[in-house]
């Protein structure tokens, strides 16, 4: 069963600051997702990614395959970035058969203005 | 316009009244999921489906039942509901593979 954990659990910053937000998991993927629950609870998927760099507006995922690990990056951060940020892991076996989700607790970012 | 939908979006309900969820998807997605959310515990995968007629139990399926009957409906029942299973709910789908998943809106769900 693979274990992810997210760094830091709950992180408070000013508007326009750099963001960083870890995850890093115990077996080997086939995907990491990244996704966004804002306050009102809606979920949203943000990157889905095996390897690499993405990037889309301000917002920048990237994986490390051999070191299990991924950072999402939120550049010139805005308080309506504020949510809880949820790295997820699946895995896809040969055999054609899948693991769902398994979601690291999440990250509670708070961007102050 | 795609999307996964769910209802109910809040629910109160009492010990051992059957209540059901709804989920449907209009992606033709083979892979459903079901999953509970809890303060502390993050997102748990109750119950997952492959294609239609295939389901299987994922971390904490006790208290739960699925069906799969059409590929885009995937109901959670709960046939005798407990307090222990307040919570937030969300249905996700996707294709099979490692392909982007999209969630409902959830559902809260609360068992007095």
């Known amino acids: 069963k693979n274990e992810v954990e997210q760094s830091p659990q709950n992180l408070t910053a000013q508007e326009g600051e750099f963001i960083t937000i870890n995850c890093s998991y115990s077996?080997?993927?086939?995907?990491l997702h990244w996704l966004q629950q804002h306050p009102g609870g809606g979920i949203v998927s943000l990157f889905m990614l095996s390897s690499g760099k993405k990037k889309h507006g301000r917002l920048i995922a990237t994986i490390n395959i051999q070191e299990k690990h991924s950072s999402l990056h939120i550049t010139a951060s805005h308080p309506r970035d504020s949510a809880v940020y949820i790295c997820a892991v699946s895995i896809i076996y040969s055999g054609g058969g899948a693991d769902g989700l398994t979601f690291g607790k999440g990250t509670h970012l708070i961007i102050q203005p | 316009e795609a999307q996964v939908t769910q209802n109910p979006r809040y629910l109160i309900t009492v010990t051992g009244k059957k209540l059901t969820v709804t989920c449907s998807q209009n992606?033709?997605?083979?892979?459903m999921s079901w999953y509970r959310q809890d303060p502390g515990l993050g997102l748990r995968q109750i119950y997952y489906?492959?294609?239609?007629?295939?389901?299987d139990k994922g971390d904490v399926p006790e208290g739960y039942k699925v069906s799969r009957k059409e590929k885009r409906n995937f109901p959670l029942i709960l046939e005798s509901p407990s307090p222990n299973q307040t919570s937030l709910y969300f249905c996700a789908s996707s294709f099979i593979g490692s392909y982007e998943a999209f969630f409902g809106q959830g559902t809260r769900l609360t068992v007095v």
């Open positions: 489906s492959m294609n239609v007629e295939v389901t």
């Open positions: 077996v080997g993927i086939s995907a």
């Open positions: 992606m033709n997605h083979e892979y």
